[in-house]
């Protein structure tokens, strides 16, 4: 018999990759006979759904006192989100809910409604809220584990946006959903990596609450692609992501100004125009803007190989799947998850993060070097595919047991 599934995100368009996840679950999961529900922030950007009627109003962060009070009470699970979710929980009867990015812009409020019901509650983790009040890890630009077992040092550290008052509201948030509440409202948490999985435990989280399993790419961009020979690839390399700090998209950049092959740059963010005008006057740096999911697909399809510059933890990159799955190479830093993707012989090879040195040797290692792209887009479509995680994602519900 098939699940009744919800699957709860923050929001209903592909704004990020935890986004693109939730989306591509949905649609998995409609394909294999399952009857789904959405529960998403109302958003101006959402793509249609039978289901809006049911999402609670948009919160402003940064929007006047009325807002900020409207989201303040949003993060502690208060006003309209619960009784959104309960009237959603009641009419669709779910067996589960799949939680994604779920934190301030809904509530872990969902977690322990739908635990209260009857359902199984299983929940994808796509970055280290749970562990860090600030998402990211990162303090000054670097590395950063203190509050993965004292949340308050985010007080005295201000990490959240460099602000007192926004730390103060992180804090408050992290106390009201502690660890030991999120664990007795969810049966399961899916980390897509091993490295998020060994940070949940050292956060305290409980082994047995815990899952490895890594994101899958969408079918349709299986179905369109095409492995390029070596003969017919272009002469660049490229980085595709977001242009900001944490992406390790200086250290690239600098990387590529001490060397004569081509990089191609796609994607925006906030070092978006400060780049552009640092590297104006090198040719062999170009930058394409943000792309469409053919102009990704066409880009990392005739590249010589790609590359994850990331200072940052990243858990489980789509950017990386994609490549590998185009049976494209990647140059990936030595840091979070990224190793747990490229470790296959042939598929890429990694630099110490940060390093600009490093990177300039690996680049070139890798220009010379000789791919079978063929072999590396057939084992990664393997390792990477829709069939692989539905059948363990699956098998990962099932073994949970009990339900409504």
């Given at each position: 018999?098939?699940?009744?599934?919800?699957?709860?995100?923050?929001?209903?368009?592909?704004?990020?990759?935890?986004?693109?996840?939730?989306?591509?679950?949905?649609?998995?999961?409609?394909?294999?006979?399952?009857?789904?529900?959405?529960?998403?922030?109302?958003?101006?950007?959402?793509?249609?759904?039978?289901?809006?009627?049911?999402?609670?109003?948009?919160?402003?962060?940064?929007?006047?006192?009325?807002?900020?009070?409207?989201?303040?009470?949003?993060?502690?699970?208060?006003?309209?989100?619960?009784?959104?979710?309960?009237?959603?929980?009641?009419?669709?009867?779910?067996?589960?809910?799949?939680?994604?990015?779920?934190?301030?812009?809904?509530?872990?409020?969902?977690?322990?409604?739908?635990?209260?019901?009857?359902?199984?509650?299983?929940?994808?983790?796509?970055?280290?809220?749970?562990?860090?009040?600030?998402?990211?890890?990162?303090?000054?630009?670097?590395?950063?584990?203190?509050?993965?077992?004292?949340?308050?040092?985010?007080?005295?550290?201000?990490?959240?946006?460099?602000?007192?008052?926004?730390?103060?509201?992180?804090?408050?948030?992290?106390?009201?959903?502690?660890?030991?509440?999120?664990?007795?409202?969810?049966?399961?948490?899916?980390?897509?990596?091993?490295?998020?999985?060994?940070?949940?435990?050292?956060?305290?989280?409980?082994?047995?609450?815990?899952?490895?399993?890594?994101?899958?790419?969408?079918?349709?961009?299986?179905?369109?692609?095409?492995?390029?020979?070596?003969?017919?690839?272009?002469?660049?390399?490229?980085?595709?992501?977001?242009?900001?700090?944490?992406?390790?998209?200086?250290?690239?950049?600098?990387?590529?100004?001490?060397?004569?092959?081509?990089?191609?740059?796609?994607?925006s963010g906030p070092l978006d125009a400060e780049l552009r005008g640092t590297y104006a006057g090198?040719?062999?740096?170009?930058?394409?803007?943000?792309?469409?999911?053919?102009?990704?697909?066409?880009?990392?399809?005739?590249?010589?190989?790609?590359?994850?510059?990331?200072?940052?933890?990243?858990?489980?990159?789509?950017?990386?799947?994609?490549?590998?799955?185009?049976?494209?190479?990647?140059?990936?830093?030595?840091?979070?998850?990224?190793?747990?993707?490229?470790?296959?012989?042939?598929?890429?090879?990694?630099?110490?993060?940060?390093?600009?040195?490093?990177?300039?040797?690996?680049?070139?290692?890798?220009?010379?070097?000789?791919?079978?792209?063929?072999?590396?887009?057939?084992?990664?479509?393997?390792?990477?595919?829709?069939?692989?995680?539905?059948?363990?994602?699956?098998?990962?519900?099932?073994?949970?047991?009990?339900?409504?």
């Amino acid at each position: 018999m098939k699940q009744r599934i919800i699957i709860v995100t923050k929001f209903y368009y592909r704004r990020g990759g935890d986004c693109v996840c939730a989306l591509n679950l949905e649609k998995l999961l409609r394909e294999r006979g399952h009857e789904v529900a959405v529960f998403a922030m109302r958003y101006p950007e959402n793509l249609p759904s039978e289901w809006e009627s049911y999402w609670p109003e948009e919160v402003d962060f940064g929007g006047p006192l009325k807002s900020k009070l409207a989201a303040l009470k949003r993060t502690m699970g208060l006003g309209d989100v619960a009784d959104k979710f309960k009237r959603l929980l009641k009419d669709f009867r779910p067996d589960v809910v799949h939680l994604h990015n779920i934190h301030s812009y809904l509530s872990p409020v969902v977690a322990k409604l739908a635990k209260k019901y009857g359902a199984r509650v299983v929940w994808t983790l796509h970055d280290y809220k749970l562990l860090c009040p600030s998402y990211s890890c990162l303090r000054n630009g670097e590395v950063c584990e203190l509050c993965f077992n004292d949340k308050k040092k985010v007080l005295s550290t201000r990490c959240m946006k460099g602000s007192l008052a926004a730390s103060a509201l992180a804090y408050m948030e992290a106390l009201r959903w502690n660890a030991k509440r999120l664990q007795s409202y969810t049966d399961l948490f899916i980390c897509p990596s091993e490295f998020m999985a060994s940070k949940m435990k050292q956060g305290g989280f409980a082994p047995g609450k815990l899952a490895v399993l890594c994101n899958f790419i969408a079918p349709e961009m299986l179905e369109k692609r095409s492995v390029v020979s070596e003969d017919a690839r272009g002469d660049y390399y490229c980085y595709i992501g977001r242009l900001s700090e944490e992406k390790g998209v200086r250290a690239l950049l600098e990387a590529a100004s001490r060397l004569p092959m081509t990089l191609k740059v796609a994607g925006s963010g906030p070092l978006d125009a400060e780049l552009r005008g640092t590297y104006a006057g090198k040719t062999n740096i170009e930058f394409l803007g943000q792309l469409s999911s053919d102009g990704v697909r066409d880009l990392l399809a005739h590249a010589k190989f790609s590359v994850m510059p990331s200072e940052c933890y990243e858990n489980n990159p789509l950017g990386v799947i994609e490549s590998l799955c185009m049976g494209t190479p990647v140059v990936g830093a030595e840091i979070g998850g990224i190793p747990e993707l490229i470790d296959n012989p042939g598929s890429g090879a990694e630099f110490k993060s940060g390093s600009v040195d490093d990177l300039v040797s690996k680049i070139s290692e890798m220009w010379s070097g000789k791919f079978d792209y063929a072999t590396i887009a057939d084992n990664s479509c393997a390792v990477f595919g829709a069939d692989r995680y539905y059948i363990s994602l699956l098998d990962k519900i099932n073994i949970l047991g009990g339900g409504k």
